[in-house]
C-alpha cells in the first residue's frame, strides 16, 4: 500500500505538470536532442561527430539545424520534453512509460528509437553486500533520478521479486540522485556515503576496475530475462506528425550509425571519447563496444516488461500491451518488443 500511495502522489504531480506544460509546436528542419552520460548515447555521438542526421535531411531535401543538449535523469529529460526545450528525448525506458502514461490525450508521448541493448550493473564497493538483500541504511544507492531513471525501476522489479510488489519500492529510501561521472568516482575512492552505484557503461566498468572492493550485486538483464533494450528516444505526437522529413532523417541517421558502430568499433571508441571528451581507457571502452552482451540498433528489445510490470504495482495507470502502445509506427522499430 505505501508504495502504491507514493505512486498515486506522483501521478498527481506529472499531471499537474503535465497541465501547465505548453510545448513548442514542433518545426519541420530544427532537431533538439537530449542525452544523458555513457555510451549508451553512443549512437547520438556517432550521429553528431559525422553530421550523419544532416546528411540524411539534405538527402530528403531539407536542411536540419541540430543541437544537442546534455541532461542527467529520465525526470530532467521528461522535464524538458514537456516544456518544449527538446523535440527528442534520451533516456531509460523507465522514464519512457512513466510520460507515455501521463501525456495520453495530451502530448502523447511515444517511443521512437532504441539506442542498443546493454546490460546495467548495480555495483557496490561494500564488501558485506553481495546482493540487494544485503543493503541496509547504512547504504546509499547513486541512481540517475529516483523513482523514476531506468535503473530506478529495474532496482524496483528485483524488489518486487525478492520482497514482494507491496515493497517494490523499499530500495528508494536508500537511494539518491547523481549524475554518472560523480557516482563512479564515489564508488572509485571509497570514503563516501555512496556505497552502491547502478550506473551504465562505462561507468560501470570503470568502477570495477578501478577499486578492487567493487563487485557487481546486480545485472539488469536478470531482472529483465535477458538482453534488453534500457536506454531508448522518445517524442511528442506533435513532432511525428508535424516534423515527418526532421524524423525520417534522424531515423536514417541512428540505423547508419548503429551499422557503423558495429562494423567500425575502433574508430566508434575514438569517436567517443573526442565528442565526449571523456577520460575513459581506450582498451576498457572497446572491451564495452565489442562485448558479446551489447548489441547496436535501433529496434527495442524485451521492453515490454517492465511496463507491465509498472502497471501492476500502480507506477502507471494504462497497461501496454504491444510496443505499438508505446513506439510510433516505423518499419526500422515496428518488428521490436
Known amino acids: 500500500m ?3 500511495l507514493r505512486s498515486a502522489i506522483g501521478l498527481l504531480a506529472w499531471a499537474s505538470m503535465t497541465s501547465l506544460a505548453t510545448a513548442a509546436t514542433a518545426e519541420e528542419g530544427k532537431l533538439r536532442v537530449a542525452e544523458q552520460f555513457g555510451v549508451v548515447y553512443l549512437l547520438l555521438n556517432v550521429a553528431k561527430d559525422q553530421q550523419l542526421i544532416e546528411k540524411h535531411g539534405r538527402e530528403a531535401g531539407i536542411d536540419i539545424d541540430v543541437e544537442f543538449i546534455r541532461l542527467s535523469g529520465g525526470a530532467a529529460v521528461n522535464d524538458a520534453l514537456l516544456s518544449g526545450s527538446v523535440d527528442i528525448a534520451g533516456a531509460g525506458v523507465g522514464p519512457l512509460f512513466t510520460i507515455w502514461d501521463r501525456t495520453q490525450g495530451a502530448q502523447n508521448v511515444r517511443g521512437v528509437a532504441s539506442l542498443g541493448n546493454f546490460p546495467y550493473y548495480l ?3 561494500n564488501p558485506e553486500v553481495k546482493s540487494i538483500a544485503d543493503l541496509s541504511d547504512k547504504d546509499r544507492i547513486a541512481v540517475p533520478a529516483v523513482g523514476v531513471s531506468v535503473q530506478s525501476r529495474i532496482l524496483q522489479w528485483a524488489s518486487a521479486e525478492l520482497w514482494g510488489d507491496e515493497e517494490f519500492d523499499r530500495l528508494d529510501e536508500i537511494s539518491v540522485a547523481l549524475p554518472h561521472p ?3 568516482a564515489a564508488i572509485i575512492s571509497g570514503g563516501t556515503e555512496i556505497t ?8 560501470q566498468e570503470q568502477e570495477l576496475a578501478g577499486n578492487p572492493d567493487a563487485h557487481v550485486i546486480l545485472n539488469s538483464f536478470d531482472v529483465q530475462g535477458g538482453p534488453a533494450s534500457s536506454t531508448v528516444l522518445y517524442a511528442t505526437e506533435d ?6 522529413q526532421t524524423y525520417q532523417a534522424f531515423l536514417a541517421a541512428l540505423d547508419e550509425a548503429a551499422q557503423f558502430v558495429t562494423e567500425n568499433p575502433e574508430e566508434a571508441a575514438d569517436i567517443y571519447l573526442r565528442v565526449t571528451g571523456g ?12 562485448s558479446d552482451a551489447v548489441t547496436f540498433k535501433v529496434e527495442p528489445e524485451n521492453t515490454l516488461g517492465l511496463g507491465k510490470f509498472l502497471h501492476r504495482v500502480g507506477a502507471i495507470r494504462t497497461e501496454p500491451a504491444t510496443l505499438s502502445d508505446y513506439f510510433f509506427d516505423d518499419p526500422r522499430v515496428s518488428q521490436g518488443s
Not at 239 to 244: G, H, M, Q, R, V
Open 182 to 184: 560523480e557516482a563512479a
Open 123 to 125: 555495483v557496490s564497493n
Open 279 to 290: 577520460n575513459t581507457d581506450r582498451d576498457l571502452l572497446l572491451e564495452v563496444l565489442t
Open 2 to 4: 505505501k508504495g502504491k
Open 239 to 244: 513532432f511525428y506528425e508535424n516534423s515527418p
Open 196 to 203: 552502491a552505484h547502478f550506473g551504465n557503461p562505462p561507468f
